[in-house]
């Protein structure tokens, strides 16, 4: 007898009919009509079905919070429990695909107790399938989270390389710690580094560097597969690679030059994102590749306004740490970060201010607009943060006193939060700034008391700047109150006293031109305050001279940098007669003629009063 328009058709039949239809419209079609008769294996092949439509569809499906989708929705929450296995995980992997809210969590609530409940009965697929799902779309599930983890670690080598690569991507992307299944990952991984395509290998050193998990033999037969395919990967693989590397600490001379060769040759092909990861990468593997920062410099200069704060930030940062100076980059980060100041967040902030002072890079606009931003903002920075932004201005020889008033109190309410660092970076800074904060109390009891604390943490480095502090705020400024033990601060005095001093080109010239003169020069004096002057000399006076000879380090531009103003400031307030010989103006007094050369630079040597 033949079947009637109004009945509906065998439940093979009818999947066979929502895995053929071609658009979204015609799936809901489906649904509407036949819905009531939707079981077992139907409402799955229809999410799976959909998971496939266009990217328009999916806009179309994901507006107004899916609600196109509810009656579906509501139908697969109430069967989801007799779900088998491989329906569980197409399920969760559709809807993920097709961004559903996270706020249908009574659906996922449901599919998760199904996948849970049918965890041992999932094939490797399943697995991998049913993790990349839910940490796409974001749901905490750390039971079912556990429960695979346990399972796919007991089974891994069931698992092909894409099965692998996923569900390593999955569990660090959901930040859940599962210790034996990265471990066995990477060892199978590193076992079969061969059957990988890049995205795979990619994603999973990515994933194990994200984890946090050593696992030097899978870094190791990655890095040499990884040079010998480099021309396979794509952009963004070779992003995350270099990425994956630089997190892990793992040292890959052979990669890294075979992927910046790679970079520099396809960098217009790489995205905002790519392009601010790989820089951060090779900075942080403190790798050299001049001509691949050249290559990217110049194409970030170009797209400037394509990158987001944070891929602002860490290009600035990259380039800084890196030592390559480029101008044009540096000036179109400013320019754009001065107009989108208000868009960072305070590591964003800190980290891009730290970046231009490193680097010497003159940019008042961007200086003047982070200053108004961080003052206000400032309850949201963390000591980090604090201690680097007030580093940045003291070094750029910024004067900002709302900021510093700011970092002053937030610094005083936090003491106990500063680690070593950051408290001998806030102190250097405000002793740079020359900033006394008569209504702070960021210097006071707290304050000696967190230094005392960490007295055996502190490096050398920072040890030399709590000194530098200690001669401004008891020597330049007379204050006595507060201040760290005895023990503590003769530390700091000696470790600043036995600094290494290098001797320059420039310098050895201006004392053999000195010396020519017949007068009596003296090198890296080092007085009772700790401090080494480059050139000491007497000239018949009641007292001697003191020459520093400053090359490029003690600039940004022409301006010195507040290491640099603090430390002539300190001296003369310790009453000695200070001159400085900048690099350019003796630069200039070079000539062919020897004879000439040797006029002019004593000529000069008069001017300046020696």
Not at 164 to 177: M, R, Y
Request: hydrophobic share 50%; charged share 20%; aromatic share 8%.
């Amino acid at each position: 007898m033949a079947e009637s328009a109004n009945s509906s058709p065998g439940l093979r039949q009818l999947n066979g009919l929502i895995s053929r239809a071609e658009r979204a419209q015609e799936l809901l079609a489906l649904h509407r009509q036949h819905g009531h008769a939707f079981d077992g294996i139907n409402p799955t092949t229809c999410w799976s079905t959909l998971g496939r439509v266009s990217k328009a569809e999916r806009v179309w499906l994901q507006s107004d919070g899916g609600a196109r989708l509810l009656a579906l929705r509501e139908q697969t929450s109430r069967q989801a429990r007799s779900l088998d296995a491989r329906c569980v995980s197409n399920t969760v992997h559709a809807l993920a695909k097709l961004a559903i809210p996270a706020a249908w969590e009574h659906l996922w609530k449901e599919l998760e107790r199904a996948a849970l409940a049918r965890v041992r009965d999932c094939n490797s697929q399943d697995l991998a399938n049913t993790a990349w799902a839910f940490a796409t779309a974001g749901i905490a599930a750390p039971a079912l989270f556990d429960a695979i983890a346990a399972e796919a670690a007991r089974r891994v080598r069931d698992f092909n390389p894409q099965e692998l690569a996923n569900t390593a991507w999955a569990f660090a992307t959901a930040g859940h710690a599962a210790q034996a299944l990265f471990d066995a990952i990477a060892a199978e991984a590193a076992r079969r580094v061969g059957e990988f395509n890049p995205q795979g290998l990619a994603n999973t050193a990515w994933a194990i560097a994200t984890a946090g998990r050593a696992a030097p033999a899978f870094f190791d037969a990655m890095a040499a597969e990884a040079a010998r395919r480099v021309r396979d990967f794509n952009p963004q693989d070779l992003a995350i690679t270099a990425w994956a590397f630089a997190t892990a600490g793992v040292a890959a001379p052979a990669l890294f030059d075979a992927m910046a060769a790679e970079a520099a040759r396809r960098v217009r092909d790489f995205k905002p994102q790519g392009l601010a990861n790989t820089a951060w990468a090779f900075a942080t593997a403190g790798v050299a590749a001049p001509a691949l920062f050249d290559t990217m410099a110049a194409e970030a200069a170009r797209r400037m306004r394509d990158f987001n704060p944070q891929e602002l930030a860490n290009t600035a940062w990259a380039f800084a740490t890196a030592g390559h100076t480029a101008q044009v980059l540096f000036d179109a980060i400013a320019a754009e970060a001065a107009r989108r100041v208000g868009e960072f967040n305070p590591q964003g902030l800190a980290n891009t201010a730290w970046a231009f002072a490193t680097a010497g890079r003159a940019a008042p606009a961007f200086f003047d607009a982070m200053a108004a931003e961080a003052a206000r903002h400032v309850r949201d920075f963390n000591p980090q943060d604090l201690a680097n932004t007030a580093w940045a201005f003291a070094t750029a020889g910024i004067a900002a006193q709302a900021l510093y008033d700011a970092i002053a109190a937030e610094a005083a309410r936090r003491a106990r939060d500063f680690k070593p660092q950051e408290l001998a970076n806030t102190a250097w800074a405000f002793a740079a700034a020359d900033c006394l904060l008569m209504e702070s109390s960021l210097f006071d009891q707290r304050f000696a008391r967190r230094c005392e604390a960490l007295a055996h943490e502190f490096k050398s480095e920072q040890l030399c700047q709590l000194h530098q502090w200690h001669l401004w705020y008891a020597g330049e400024r007379g204050c006595s109150d507060a201040l760290p033990g005895a023990a503590l601060l003769a530390r700091c005095a000696t470790a600043f006293r036995v600094k290494e001093v290098t001797i320059s080109r420039l310098q050895k010239q201006v004392a053999e031109t000195l010396t020519s003169l017949g007068l009596s020069v003296q090198e890296e004096i080092v007085i009772e305050e700790g401090y080494s002057l480059d050139l000491v000399v007497d000239c018949g006076g009641e007292q001697p001279v003191a020459i520093e000879v400053d090359g490029p380090t003690h600039f940004v531009g022409r301006a010195p940098t507040g290491a640099t103003l603090l430390k002539r400031r300190q001296l003369q307030h310790l009453d000695w007669h200070l001159v400085s010989v900048p690099y350019w103006e003796w630069n200039a007094l070079n000539h062919a003629d020897q004879s000439t050369q040797q006029r002019q630079r004593v000529k000069y040597l008069g001017v300046l009063g020696v």
